[in-house]
């Protein structure tokens, strides 16, 4: 290739208004989307990439040695982050997206698609409070997934993520691309949170001890399985109920302690990385790779509900059961399975009103 259009090749990575980089994604098609000096790897788009999780997350995908192509999108202020962050000299080619018109080109041939996009909460707000807006951004999205890559896992982060994952099975379902195993709520971060709060506790380095959490991710539906955290140990009736209690509430603490400039997005980017990675490792054949997410279910009389699932090439292959739950988690779980019946089927009746 001569060296000016070396040049205008890589220019036209970083300015996706540039009619250039269409002609870029007709020969990225052709090629199967292989990027040209790229490191062999997975494929992953992020929608709403410029935002308080996007950007973050986006550096963090970007240092994932899994990933070959970094797709960015947004409808503000992609090609400013996508000019940052394809300067770092880590194997994955970034490439940036703005505006729905280029949706299409910014999720053809992805394999795994991640979506922050969304409004955040304000402190007196539930995560309910940002349906009216966020059920729409999704829908809209998720069209988009099912009309360009069909086939793609989807990493759905959205809040109210109780009622966006059910908006999300219903759009793939009316444009027939639903496969169940492909659609994971994100819940991650209430993973991330038990952890932390509970090796506090016994004493323990964070990274050693593992939290089911199982439910949903909203307030009481956020149910944290103290009776079986790894390594084995037990707590006391009050250890028990401020713990489960703080994680039900860290959303909230994060929210406050912003004081009305968002929610969590550094503690969410590593969450979803850290599920990201998982995903891929699934993706690439991994044997054993066990996570939490909120899923399409049969664990419960709902149609979704947030396990421990085992991830594999075809996305959530196995979804686990809840196991043994104590007297505590049971009377935990009949009131999250109240609350998260109204979220699902608020979501399901979004799309079919
Ligand atoms: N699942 C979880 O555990 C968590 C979920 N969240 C949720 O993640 C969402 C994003 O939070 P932040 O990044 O803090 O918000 P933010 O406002 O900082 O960023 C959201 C981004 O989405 C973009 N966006 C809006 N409409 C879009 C569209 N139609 N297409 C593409 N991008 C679009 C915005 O331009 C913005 O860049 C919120 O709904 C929040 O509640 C936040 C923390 C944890
Ligand atoms: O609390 C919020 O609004 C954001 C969120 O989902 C979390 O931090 O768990």
Do not use: W
């Amino acid at each position: 290739m001569e060296a000016n259009q070396r040049i205008a090749r890589i220019s036209a990575h970083l300015h996706p208004s540039n009619p250039q980089v269409e002609r870029e994604h007709a020969i990225l098609r052709q090629d199967g989307c292989r990027a040209k000096g790229g490191a062999p790897g997975f494929k992953v788009a992020i929608l709403g990439a410029a935002g308080g999780i996007g950007q973050p997350l986006a550096m963090l995908m970007k240092m994932n040695p899994l990933v070959s192509v970094l797709h960015l999108y947004d409808v503000v202020n992609s090609p400013g982050v996508t000019a940052d962050i394809s300067h770092m000299d880590t194997g994955a080619v970034v490439r940036g997206f703005l505006g729905q018109q280029q949706l299409e080109s910014a999720l053809t041939g992805m394999d795994l698609v991640v979506i922050p996009a969304g409004v955040p909460r304000k402190p007196g707000m539930t995560r309910d409070d940002l349906f009216n807006i966020n059920a729409g951004i999704v829908k809209t999205l998720c069209e988009g997934i099912a009309k360009s890559c069909p086939n793609a896992i989807v990493n759905l982060i959205s809040n109210p993520v109780n009622s966006t994952v059910p908006i999300a099975a219903e759009v793939f379902k009316k444009a027939g691309t639903y496969d169940p195993k492909k659609l994971l709520g994100v819940t991650m971060l209430d993973v991330v949170r038990a952890n932390t709060f509970v090796a506090e506790v016994l004493g323990l380095d964070p990274r050693e001890v593992n939290v089911p959490v199982v439910g949903g991710h909203a307030g009481v539906t956020i149910l944290p399985l103290l009776s079986q955290v790894k390594p084995p140990c037990s707590f006391t009736s009050e250890e028990t109920e401020y713990l489960t209690k703080r994680i039900q509430d860290g959303g909230t603490e994060v929210v406050q302690a912003k004081a009305g400039t968002g929610s969590a997005t550094l503690s969410m980017a590593y969450a979803a990385v850290k599920f990201a990675d998982a995903c891929l490792r699934g993706l690439r054949g991994d044997a054993g790779i066990v996570e939490c997410a909120f899923v399409a279910s049969q664990v419960t009389e709902l149609p979704f509900f947030a396990s421990k699932v085992k991830l594999g090439r075809g996305g959530a292959e196995e979804v686990h059961q809840l196991g043994p739950l104590n007297e505590y988690e049971r009377v935990g779980l009949e009131k999250a399975k109240k609350e998260l019946e109204a979220s699902i089927q608020k979501g399901i009746s979004f799309i079919r009103k």
